[in-house]
């Protein structure tokens, strides 16, 4: 079982309106619910490949309620921690005749001690019979820096990999705890990352990704026929990418596969961020791997 952990879930709501008037009264023409936030995407990717997994994190009120429930309604399992505020919304309004929108994003909820105990205690149950865990993303008031730096102790105390995407301070201090590979924010959270110990660092490249492990760098990079190369500031790109590598450093793949089955995937997914599984077969031997002389 993968456990991926998402600490700052949004629910996204998508309102279409005919046009949209400021300071007047506005009708919607249709209302769309998604679930936001990297670790939930990540699991909703990793199940669409049969991979049995869990999205654990925090989640309270209506808006918790709804995101368990587009998470069921995609297949995909959800072992909360409940909190006593609100979960946060990501609402998008768009005005379909001028073909623009409007974004109101909430802020995160407060998260209190008390909560944040149960947190650990409901993560380190989860710990039993993972394969994998995934940390991902932003965190919500309250959370101190060093959470990632804890889950991933626990975690690695348990002999279970982590997976850790994340940025700034809670980057670093999760760094320091060992995870199995990094793949930091692309906002500068990478410098000084070169060197990160025992643990593997997958930075973007052109047309593809570098993977710095203990025992040399990887290159992987996509060029299939009629594209120009992976977009990465596509929605759904760094989703995939870090779906891609969960199998490979649960199962101990090789990095070539590894590398093969991330790239193509973050490659292949649709602009809304969902696998396209025909396109992900295509892409699969386009993909070009070198690494370390005598690596195989």
């Not at 993972?130 to 105390?157: K, N, Q």
Request: aromatic share 6%; with cysteine.
């Amino acid at each position: 079982m993968i456990v991926t952990v998402t600490l700052n879930p949004s629910l996204h709501v998508q309102y279409d309106a005919e046009q949209v008037e400021v300071g007047a009264e506005n009708r919607v023409s249709g209302v769309r619910y998604n679930t936001g936030g990297r670790g939930l995407a990540v699991a909703r990717l990793l199940h669409t490949f049969g991979h049995d997994v869990v999205a654990t994190g925090l989640a309270g009120g209506s808006t918790g309620e709804l995101i368990r429930t587009e998470l069921a309604r995609a297949g995909v399992a959800a072992q909360f921690t409940r909190i006593s505020a609100e979960s946060r919304r990501v609402v998008r309004v768009t005005d379909v005749v001028a073909g623009h929108s409007t974004i109101f994003a909430e802020p995160a909820p407060y998260i209190t001690t008390e909560e944040l105990g149960r947190l650990a205690a409901d993560y380190r149950v989860l710990l039993d019979g993972a394969t994998a865990v995934v940390l991902c993303g932003s965190l919500p008031a309250g959370l101190p820096a060093e959470i990632y730096g804890s889950l991933t102790s626990y975690a690695t105390g348990a002999g279970v990999p982590v997976i850790l995407d994340a940025g700034g301070s809670a980057l670093r201090h999760g760094v320091a705890r060992g995870p199995a590979l990094v793949i930091p924010e692309p906002d500068g959270s990478d410098e000084g990352l070169e060197a990160a110990g025992a643990s593997s660092v997958v930075l973007p490249a052109h047309h593809g990704v570098r993977a710095l492990t203990p025992a040399g760098e990887w290159r992987a990079e996509v060029r299939p026929r009629g594209r120009t190369g992976t977009d990465q500031a596509a929605t759904g790109f760094r989703d995939a990418l870090v779906a891609g590598f969960v199998p490979g450093i649960a199962l101990a793949w090789s990095w070539p596969d590894m590398l093969r089955h991330a790239v193509a995937l973050a490659a292949s997914v649709t602009p809304g961020g969902e696998a396209d599984l025909t396109a992900y077969e295509l892409l699969l031997p386009e993909v070009a791997v070198t690494g370390p002389a005598g690596a195989g």
